[in-house]
């Protein structure tokens, strides 16, 4: 597989979760925990359903301790921080800092060997930042109190551990993306935990709302971890780290198809600073000529 393939596959990730949001909505008042676990178990067992047809696939599942943690530390570490972040801090606010994580992968990917940051990798992550930011402030900030902090600084945390379970995962190379599915059922056993500790059960009440869930758990925290493994391991990071920023984009663009949200000219401005910013950074793998 070129590099070029596997940063495209991993570009099919950022489109899943750009659907977050609008298929999180759909799906009702379920506890967030709640909803973690029941996505992550569907993705977790739709990956071991393929495993049927590829007995070799569960050899995956033998990874070193290092290799668990850094999993299940990634998946579950920031989904929990998220959502204690959405918890206690202005929803706004608490996203603008949790999206410092795609400037934070292209920072962080001039640690690993054999990799440079350009100045149009960096002109690229800034620029994305910078339409994220208008993004935000286009949709108005609530300000925060002295007791929102500590969501505030869960949101900033979550974006280094996002970050620095994607950058691993480079160093983490030799460790099959089949083992994501291993994390992912950790994930949805710890988010059960956490849930029957701190949350009330919440069933979906409708048809509709039991798809959403599904097709959560098969896209967005399924297939799109896996993809997303792919690229980080074998794609361009600094790429894939720029483009990360058309994902708040994307998800309010489909928000105000689905009727949730309204248009705005600093949703227009945004758009043109992401999308400029991921073709400058992606230059090399647009431009050149295999």
Known sequence: MTSR??????????LMWSLLSV???????IPAFQLAAMTFAIGAAVAFASFIFRPQAFAALKQPPRAWIVGVGGLFGYHALYFLALRFAPPAEAGLLNYLWPLLIVLFSSLLPGERLAPHHIIGALLGLAGTVLLFAGNGGSGFAPGQIPGLAAAFVAAFVWAAYSVMSRKLKAVPTDAVAGFCLVTALLAALVHGAVETTVWPETTGQWLAIIALGVGPVGAAFFVWDIGMKRGDIRVLGAA??????????????????KPSAAIAIA???IAGGGLIAARDMVWRKS
């Open 5 to 14: 393939t596997a940063t495209l596959i991993g570009l099919t990730a950022i």
């Open 23 to 29: 298929m999180t909505v759909a799906t009702g008042k």
């Open 271 to 273: 758009a043109v600073l």
């Open 244 to 261: 990360s920023y058309a994902t708040p984009l994307l998800s309010t663009a489909f928000l105000i198809l689905a009727g949730f949200a």
